[in-house]
């Protein structure tokens, strides 16, 4: 079955700095990567998703890269805020949610 | 339309008891996963449902089980509670067509 493996555990960055977070997966049939943030006490989030047919997507100060042959993608912040700080979550789909895998999650602690 | 709620939010039991947990997903969305997470640890898949049938199922024992209704709206229940089981219980629905998973508040369940 599907394995998603999530680099780095933690990750500390001063504000107003990039962050990276990467992921990898095992299954070349998965085609539909989210990303998701949980902040303290909260339910996990959708930020931003990709598709293997698209290399990659922003939205404002977050971006995600896509290689498929390589079986990795990445989620990009940039100009870091502390209301960034939180527990990200990559995942790995086939088509139509089938076979949904979460990697084991990356905390992200922003300091002013 | 509104989100995927989950009731209850908070539950208390001791060892050896049982709980049953809800979810209601989001009007139209017909499958309902369910992911067990401790603190510090990722999101551990539990099962998911389609159509009242359980299309999938993560590595947990046969203590924990889940059923869908008509309506979509799902149930899980863990029967003769271990202090292990205190968690967050999400559950998340998907649905249209569309792969992306919408998370609940959760159930935070204390065993004692």
């Known amino acids: 079955g599907e394995n998603v493996e999530q680099h780095p555990s933690t990750l500390s960055v001063q504000e107003g700095d990039s962050a990276v977070i990467k992921c990898t997966y095992s299954?070349?049939?998965?085609?539909?990567f989210p990303w998701y943030k949980q902040e303290l006490g909260k339910r996990p989030q959708l930020i931003i998703d990709?598709?293997?047919?698209?290399g990659e997507k922003k939205d404002q100060r977050i971006a995600v890269t896509l290689n498929k042959t390589a079986k990795h993608f990445s989620l990009h912040i940039t100009e870091t805020q502390p209301e960034d700080s939180a527990v990200y979550f990559c995942?790995?789909?086939?088509?139509?949610?089938?076979?949904?895998?979460f990697g084991p999650g990356t905390r992200l602690s922003v300091l002013p | 339309k509104a989100g995927v709620t989950q009731t209850p939010r908070y539950l208390i039991k001791t060892r050896g008891q049982q709980v049953t947990l809800s979810c209601s997903p989001i009007?139209?969305?017909?499958?309902v996963s369910w992911y067990q997470q401790t603190p510090g640890q990722g999101l551990q898949f539990l099962f998911e449902?389609?159509?009242?049938?359980?299309?999938n199922k993560g590595n947990f024992p046969g203590r924990f089980s889940g059923r869908q209704f008509s309506n979509s709206r799902s149930e899980m229940n863990v029967s003769t509670l271990e202090l292990g089981d205190s968690a967050l219980y999400l559950c998340?629905?998907?649905?249209?067509?569309?792969?992306?998973?919408?998370f609940g508040p959760g159930t935070r369940l204390l065993v004692l």
């Open positions: 995942a790995a789909s086939m088509e139509y949610g089938q076979n949904f895998v």
């Open positions: 299954d070349s049939a998965s085609n539909y």
């Open positions: 998340a629905s998907r649905g249209g067509g569309v792969e992306t998973q919408y």
């Open positions: 990709i598709r293997s047919n698209v």
């Open positions: 449902y389609f159509s009242e049938t359980q299309r």
């Open positions: 009007s139209g969305h017909r499958s």
